[in-house]
């Protein structure tokens, strides 16, 4: 069983650097579906992106949120209830900034949601 | 059959406006995936989500496109190929940018792509 922090160096070391890249922390819709799943907008907002903000520091040069609110056929709710992008210059300096605050990141999710964040490594083409 | 110009009014419409709101434009790693998938990055960035920009006018304040690199596990791809962002000051004000020319857009999605893309409307809750 590997150590958040551990999962965190695989998960970093494995991805090529770009000029910069992006983080999308979208959340599964499959799972935000389902019975009893929950998202607080507000803790995430307020408190959750700041502590990843302030543990990271200047590693992470900015991040966005978005919060879905429909899907693109009718009647459908959207595909993500959540969505984050942390903007780093590289693979390696994210590595840096999150790996040491991974563990202490990721128990902090358990306080907004019940469902299971999906993340990607993607360059910035046009910012 | 509705056409593509009712289909996207019919999108629109279904959806609430925020302040502000954005358009992510994702690919589903299942089409991504699969035997014969193509997706020409050159031609998305200089030919397609420019026509878009050019057809919206105004309307589309602003853009970005991201490259999908890795996923989160070990020697996974990322979920989407590529992703878009079209940021706009309203559902209404997309539609009418939009909608007069969902015809000719969503034609020349062949031309780079024989994925299907999907769609979500947002609220930027920062930006």
Chains 1, 2 share one sequence.
């Not at 959540?82 to 300096?93: L, R, T």
Request: hydrophobic residues 35%; glycine residues 8%.
């Amino acid at each position: 069983m590997k150590s958040q922090s551990e999962k965190s160096k695989q998960f970093a070391a494995l991805h090529q650097a770009g000029n910069s890249f992006v983080i999308p922390n979208p959340w599964d819709i499959g799972s935000a579906n389902a019975p009893g799943a929950r998202f607080d907008h507000e803790y995430y907002r307020t408190t959750h992106m700041p502590l990843v903000k302030d543990r990271m520091g200047d590693s992470c040069k900015s991040y966005t949120i978005d919060k879905g609110l429909a899907g693109s056929a009718p009647g459908t709710p959207a595909i993500y209830v959540g969505m984050c992008h942390i903007f780093c210059d590289s693979v390696e300096v994210f590595q840096k900034g999150f790996g040491p605050h991974a563990q202490e990141i990721m128990c902090d999710v358990r306080n907004y949601t019940n469902l299971t964040p999906v993340m990607q490594i993607s360059e910035v083409i046009v910012g």
